[in-house]
């Protein structure tokens, strides 16, 4: 039997500072590493959503012009990343107070309710709290 997980996301940024400021200080996502990396010239920067499930993002600074060309936009406009929320309301309301931009909704969806925002760079995020399993 195999057994994978998707263990980290790389999420291509401008500065890690500004970047810990942003998962960390308006997400209220964890700090889970920072260490520098000399031999390349990079930090290890690693956070992670409240809770301790799913994958981590792994902050990569952009180092070359095509890179540096990718912030913000890792998906050509597309939602890029879903981050599942067990109170919607608190969450959304956390987010605005916090001066999170939110694109759309929020909505009901078959799948649960659901609101678009952009992170510091404008890459598209769902925020959502899924709709319980049905029995069968």
């Given amino acids: 039997m195999v057994t994978q997980t998707l263990a980290l996301v790389s999420l291509v940024v401008r500065e890690y ?4 400021d942003f998962y960390v200080g308006r997400l209220g996502f964890t700090l889970v590493e920072d ?3 000399p031999e390349q010239h990079k930090r290890w920067v690693v956070v992670a959503p409240p809770g301790g499930g799913g994958a981590q993002l792994l902050l990569a600074r952009a180092s070359t012009p095509e890179q540096a060309a990718r912030v913000g936009s890792q998906t050509g406009g597309r939602v890029f990343l ?3 929320t067990d109170d919607f309301d608190r969450d959304h309301r956390r987010y605005r107070e916090r001066g999170v931009t939110f694109v759309r909704g929020p909505d009901e969806q078959p799948h649960g309710t659901v609101a678009v925002f ?10 959502i709290q899924p709709r319980p399993a049905r029995g069968g």
């Avoid at 952009?118 to 925020?127: E, K, Q, S």
């Fill in 82 to 84: 879903f981050l599942h």
């Fill in 17 to 20: 500072d500004e970047a810990i």
């Fill in 35 to 37: 260490r520098p990396v």
């Fill in 118 to 127: 952009a992170d510091l760079y404008g890459n598209l995020w769902d925020l």
